[in-house]
Every structure is written in structure tokens, then in C-alpha cells.
């Protein structure tokens, strides 16, 4: 006589077996996203702003380590004194850091007893 065989499919996850490396591919870029690209984009950032904020007499670290104090800027370059006497030009992207800002010069405050009164 015959035997039957009758075979039972499990599914186990109710189907989402398909879904779950989907899922870990997505999460997994998200955390790479949040841990490797974001921080990168904000240190960008920020090394952006302190090129465009120098000025004559910023005290700066070049990227190679050269200690200078700014003493022209251009829209590309920066003119640093190494030396007195001694000036060299660099990109602004090989500015590593400011080590020390130029201080502004103080404006005068206007006090209503300053003025004349006619």
C-alpha cells in the first residue's frame, strides 16, 4: 500500500522573512549615516566658517604645522608672517586652526553727556 507524505511549510516570522534583510540593510545605513557621515558634514562645516571668518592678525596653524600670523587675506589665499619679515601664501583650506583671534578695535561708545547741546 502507498504512504502518503504530506509536508508543512513553517513560516516562521508570519511572512516577513523576505523583509528582515531589507530592514537590517536600512538600519544599518542609518547608523552609518549617524555615526560616520553626519559628524564628517558638521566638522566640514565648521572648518568652513573659521577659513571664511580669518583676518589680519589671526595667530594660525597651517595643516603642515607651520605657525603664522595672518597678515593679508584674498578670496583663495592667505598671506601669513611665519617670521618677521618672512611671508608666505597659502590656500585657505591648508588653515588648520586659529590659535589666537586678532582682537577688534574698541569703538567708542557715545554717551548723551559727549554731546553738544546748542
Known sequence: MGRSVTVHYAAAGGGAGGLTPILMIVLLFGVMYFMMIRPQQKRRREAEAMQSALGPGDEVVTIGGLYGTVTGVDDDTVLLEVAP?????????????????????????????????E
Open 85 to 117: 619679515g618672512v611671508q608666505t601664501r597659502y590656500a585657505r583650506p591648508a588653515i588648520a586652526r586659529v590659535v589666537t583671534r586678532a582682537e577688534l578695535p574698541a569703538t567708542p561708545a557715545v554717551d548723551d553727556a559727549d554731546t553738544v547741546k
